[in-house]
């Protein structure tokens, strides 16, 4: 039986997704899959923040009997102005075999879409690696996909870890593939010697990506979800001041982005709700301090309730 005919190596490679670690692994699995004419691909770095150089450029149409095989992975491409794409769109005609360029595309989604500028979308090369299927996109890591996601990396990474750890892992991680990794990775290492776990161990020390994770949970009005991240905090006086500081600031930015005098312009609150919430924080750690409330745990656990309660009539 003939052997099937191997698919042919994209000319070049766009991929939209908003997480770089899964950007990141993307590209290295193409190069895997599609070895170079001669030699192995040596991968060089560029960043959408910076024009590109000349010697970017030389790449396209390098060629002859020593020439290196190079893929050039451009991160955050989006940030190119027209200009640059421009000049890109005269190029890939003639570009050599020996250049493998990779366009990331590293944007935030919105209904189901990377959210791309008009110019961007329509630009040439964009058009063509949609005609050719030489485009990948994927949204990230979302709060219904994270679970999934975690358990498929511990199989394939070969973890034998405990479901419970796992959920508790994707329940309390923020959505970034590469902070999941790091966690994997330490899990590991801490269980490798480990014969028998006990339930309490999986109880993890309190980070600062949990109290993260904690304040986004409660913004989001998942009051199910921050009843889990608190289970797993250890520290309670301790997490609950650290907390007050990260909500304060973060309740002064939506305060900002909703007056339009923020980095963002986007606010899902009311100014009614923020200035609740303000409240809130002043009114439990008063109340914690005058022995009102008799415990930091119970200061934080009403706090984190309170607020999950407020943040979830987002449109009051």
Not at 166 to 195: T, V
Request: net charge positive; proline share 6%.
């Amino acid at each position: 039986m003939a052997e099937a005919k191997k698919a042919r190596r994209p000319a070049f490679s766009i991929l939209i997704c908003p997480d770089s670690w899964l950007i990141s692994q993307k590209a290295d699995e193409l190069l895997a899959k599609f070895p170079p004419p001669q030699g192995s691909w040596q991968k060089k770095i560029f960043w959408g923040d910076e024009e590109p150089t000349g010697s970017f450029f030389e790449h396209f149409d390098s060629g002859g009997l020593f020439a290196s095989s190079t893929c050039l992975v451009v991160h955050q491409a989006e940030h190119w102005k027209p200009k640059i794409w421009e000049k890109i769109n005269k190029m890939l005609p003639r570009l050599s075999p020996f250049c493998w360029p990779i366009f990331c595309l590293e944007v935030e989604w919105y209904r189901g879409a990377p959210k791309l500028g008009a110019q961007l979308s329509k630009t040439p090369c964009l058009l063509q690696a949609e005609k050719r299927k030489w485009i990948w996109r994927d949204a990230g890591l979302t709060p219904n996909t994270v679970q999934n996601y975690v358990f498929e990396r511990a199989k394939i990474l070969g973890l034998r870890l405990p479901p419970d750890l796992l959920r508790d892992l994707a329940g309390s991680s923020p959505l970034d593939a590469r902070s999941i990794e790091n966690e994997l990775s330490k899990l590991s290492l801490y269980y490798a010697e480990k014969d028998r776990l006990d339930a309490r161990e999986w109880q993890r020390p309190c980070r600062e990506q949990d109290l993260f994770s904690l304040q986004r949970q409660m913004q989001n009005g998942n009051l199910q979800g921050v009843l889990s991240i608190l289970s797993t905090l250890s520290e309670p006086e301790k997490n609950f001041f650290v907390l007050l500081v990260l909500l304060d600031r973060s309740i002064r930015s939506l305060w900002q982005n909703k007056t339009g005098h923020g980095k963002s312009s986007g606010c899902p609150f009311s100014f009614s709700q923020l200035a609740t919430a303000m409240g809130l924080l002043v009114d439990v750690e008063w109340k914690l301090k005058q022995g009102l409330i008799t415990s930091p745990s119970k200061a934080l656990e009403t706090l984190c309730i309170e607020l999950t309660r407020l943040f979830s009539r987002k449109f009051a």
